[in-house]
């Protein structure tokens, strides 16, 4: 298990560009082949290198676990046709048709669980846990619906925005059945998912994380 500090297109935030299950990342075009390496080695997974309604911010709109893909409908045919072609045969894909565009704001997910914003409604949540093939709850974090960029999470830990209530600490943990703990990246940045890729294999940080944030994300998700 491997964690490596990296940036993306010169910005230390890739969480915005990027996604991994433990089956599969997506990334952008144009990232350097040295850092495709990096990304390939610590994770463990294929890359697929894309793009999502034409634009580079595929950890925006994405959000997935080890068994599918679940994109906004905005997505265009070619891009859908080219991920489900690299994906490996077993991962499914769908677009989720919904107002909601930006999924990988609202929706927290793992192979087992997924924690959706108050913002869906009662059947956009169950299409979800369809999709997903997840249980699926609402939950809301320090009054806000982008609960996507509070929590970073894998099937092995949960990181979460320093401010968060010791109530909504010990529900997550109650929920994901994994440990949980407050965290900043990317010196000092409150939200943790914008600054973190990663799967149960390895985890990728925001270049300018430093060296007490990242044993900080070590012990919670690799150790």
Do not use: C, W
Request: glycine share 8%; hydrophobic share 40%.
């Amino acid at each position: 298990m491997n964690i490596q500090s990296i940036d993306l297109l010169g910005n230390s935030s890739i969480g915005i560009f990027g996604i991994s299950t433990n089956t599969y990342a997506l990334f952008p075009y144009n990232i350097q082949e040295s850092k495709i390496d990096t990304i390939t080695e610590t994770l463990d997974v294929p890359v697929i290198q894309t793009t999502l309604n034409n634009s580079n911010l595929l950890g925006l709109f994405a959000v997935g676990n080890s068994n599918h893909l679940l994109l906004p409908r905005l997505v265009g045919k070619f891009e859908e046709e080219e991920i489900t072609k690299e994906l490996p045969e077993d991962i499914s894909i769908s677009l989720f048709d919904s107002t909601i565009t930006a999924l990988g704001n609202v929706i927290i997910a793992t192979d087992d669980r997924a924690l959706v914003s108050n913002e869906f409604t009662t059947s956009e949540k169950n299409k979800v846990a369809d999709y997903l093939d997840v249980e699926v709850a609402s939950y809301e974090l320090l009054n806000s619906t982008i609960i996507g960029s509070m929590v970073f999470g894998t099937d092995k830990g949960m990181l979460v925005h320093p401010l968060v209530s010791d109530e909504s600490l010990d529900f997550l943990e109650d929920y994901f059945k994994v440990p949980v703990d407050v965290v900043t990246v990317n010196r000092g940045t409150p939200y943790p998912r914008p600054g973190i890729i990663g799967n149960n294999h390895g985890v990728l940080v925001g270049s300018d994380t430093t060296g007490p944030e990242l044993m900080r994300i070590y012990d919670v998700l690799l150790s």
